[in-house]
């Protein structure tokens, strides 16, 4: 799968095209070789990345602290970090 990589510590990488300003927040599918998220936040002051990775974290069931935004923090095309998740309870999600 393009969109998550599970990494040797035992953390998962995503690949995301993030929708802000949507109706609500939601996964969407696939966009290309990412995972893609609608956000109901506005990409305002880190607003929508904050919003991001708290959803991120209630979806896979991990604490906020366990996301992680590595790249893409002004850019629809963002790699997050989920540290402890399950790459096939993740997989699901596309």
């Keep these: ?12 990488i995503l690949t995301l095209h993030i929708q802000p300003g949507a109706k609500k927040t939601e996964l969407a ?6 995972l893609k998220i609608r956000l109901a936040a506005p990409p305002v002051d880190g607003k929508a990345n904050a919003a991001l990775l708290a959803f991120l974290a209630k979806q896979a069931g991990l604490p906020k602290a366990a996301v992680e ?5 002004t850019s629809r095309s963002k790699r997050v970090r989920l540290s ?3 790459a096939q309870k993740l997989a699901a999600w596309a």
């Design 1 to 12: 799968m393009g969109w998550l990589t599970p990494q040797a510590d035992g953390s998962v």
């Design 29 to 34: 599918g696939l966009h290309g070789e990412a």
């Design 69 to 73: 935004l590595l790249s893409g923090d």
């Design 84 to 86: 402890g998740a399950d």
